[in-house]
């Protein structure tokens, strides 16, 4: 009955005013508009639920996707079905949550490699933003892992696919501000960049100047 207890929280852990939140930032029905304070409150209720998993991702609810990222582990959800996952990522803010997932695999640096190379703009945007949290939280990765990216980004930024490029540049941020000894080159890359431009539909969502964002955490920090 887990399963079925896990939709029943979500459903009752919703609201309409988050539906419509979420459907400005491009989110598609079928929600529950559950927020995410609540769904780690359900994910810490239902620990040990990682086997949930997919049968919570196969139901396409946003809300049980993004509770299904939360539960699963590497160790029952194995690296195939998180492809998957990341294919049919149809929103910026799933993307996040499945890399969030990401980093936990075993060789999931390699991983990151290849997928930010990759033509589907989910699986690209999901890539980066995985670069995103290496560069904030992998203290045992060396800052030179990072170097050639910041050129990737330089070249292919403003010819990759929307949300991809706004992954990018979070990224170049990430790098700017956690990377001591790149910290320079990363603004200088932002000059070089210049604006970026990122489609946020109807969120009002705006796309941060990277090397003004790197400064203002610096100068903050």
């Known amino acids: 009955m887990k399963f079925e207890e896990m939709m029943e929280e979500l459903e009752r852990s ?20 559950v927020s ?13 639920s990682s086997r949930q998993a997919t049968l919570l991702w196969n139901t396409e609810n946003h809300d049980a996707r993004m509770l299904a990222t939360l539960v ?8 195939d079905e998180l492809t998957l996952w990341a294919e049919e990522a149809e929103n910026y803010v799933l993307c996040g ?20 190379e990759s033509p589907m703009e989910s699986v690209s945007t999901i890539g980066w933003n995985a670069v995103s949290i290496f560069a904030a ?23 990759a696919p929307n949300r991809t490029r706004y992954a990018m ?8 501000r956690h990377r001591k000894s790149l910290t320079e080159i990363a603004i200088k890359a932002a000059e070089v960049i210049g604006e970026v ?3 946020h539909g109807q969120s009002g969502q705006e796309t941060p ?3 003004n964002a790197i400064r203002e955490f610096l100068a903050k920090a």
């Open 197 to 199: 431009k990122v489609d």
């Open 14 to 33: 919703g609201s309409k005013k988050n539906c419509a939140v979420y459907k400005s930032h491009g989110i598609k029905e079928p929600m529950f508009g």
């Open 137 to 159: 939280k992998a203290t045992r990765r060396a800052d030179s892992e990072f170097r050639p990216l910041i050129d990737f980004i330089i070249k292919n930024i403003h010819h």
């Open 97 to 116: 949550s499945v890399a969030g997932l990401m980093v936990r695999y075993p060789n999931s640096w390699i991983t990151t490699q290849a997928w930010i």
């Open 209 to 211: 100047n990277a090397a």
């Open 169 to 176: 540049n979070s990224a170049l941020i990430a790098i700017g």
């Open 72 to 79: 699963a582990s590497p160790t029952d959800l194995s690296m």
């Open 36 to 48: 995410f304070t609540n769904l780690k409150r359900i994910a810490g209720e239902f620990r040990n």
